[in-house]
């Protein structure tokens, strides 16, 4: 299971972090990433990160969101900084095991219920 939290309504420009917390043993060996899917839209991929540690991220948020996990608290986190409007999105956590980074929605095996992210211009 996975419960995402942290989404609010924020200003262009702020940051926000999201964070997921996941139950069951075995969270350190899953793939974790973030997607997020803004109204009328596809779900899109916005970061991952391995059970080593490796990270991959969309263009539109590099150097922005930062992807992190804490396998003891069996929680992963999205940082994100300087907000922009089209950022505006429902954001879902999703885990994968086993496999490597992919931004593939296919590819992952479980899914959160999503937390709301509004980014006011």
């Known amino acids: 299971q996975l419960v995402e939290s942290g989404g609010g309504l924020v200003q262009t420009g702020v940051s926000l972090r999201l964070s997921c917390a996941a139950s069951?043993?075995?969270?350190?060996?899953?793939?974790m990433g973030w997607f997020r899917q803004a109204p009328r839209t596809e779900r899109e991929f916005v970061a991952a990160?391995?059970?080593?540690?490796?990270?991959y991220y969309a263009d539109s948020v590099k150097g922005r969101f930062t992807i992190s996990r804490d396998n003891a608290k069996n929680t992963v986190y999205l940082q994100m900084n300087s907000l922009k409007p089209e950022d505006t999105a429902v954001y879902y956590c999703a885990a994968r095991n086993p496999g490597g980074l992919t931004g593939n929605t296919r590819l992952y095996d479980y899914w959160g219920q999503g937390t709301q992210v509004t980014v006011s211009s």
């Open positions: 990160i391995w059970s080593g540690g490796t990270t």
């Open positions: 069951g043993r075995a969270f350190s060996s899953y793939t």
